[in-house]
């Protein structure tokens, strides 16, 4: 199935839970999903918090790391 029927199935509300978090994963993957309208982020984003999909940022461990962020001191 072309990617625009599966665009239309999903907001015709068409298609099953399995192959709504496949068509959000394909959309993610391809990076697709960003230039997408808003409701579709939102609900990608709500998958990969939720662990359905894969967060396209996942695998550099370094950039979660606490030690890359800025440090605040007080030199009062």
């Known amino acids: ?38 409701h579709y982020q939102r609900v990608a984003a709500t998958l990969i918090a939720a662990g359905l999909i894969k967060s396209p940022w996942r695998s550099e461990p370094e950039l979660t790391s606490r030690r890359s962020e800025p440090q605040l001191t007080s030199n009062h």
């Not at 999903?10 to 993610?28: N, P, S």
Request: aromatic content about 8%; glycine content about 10%.
């Open 1 to 38: 199935m072309r990617l625009v029927d599966q665009l239309i199935a999903y907001e015709e509300g068409e298609i099953t839970g399995d192959e709504e978090i496949a068509l959000f994963e394909h959309l993610v993957e391809t990076g697709t999903c960003w230039h997408l309208q808003g």
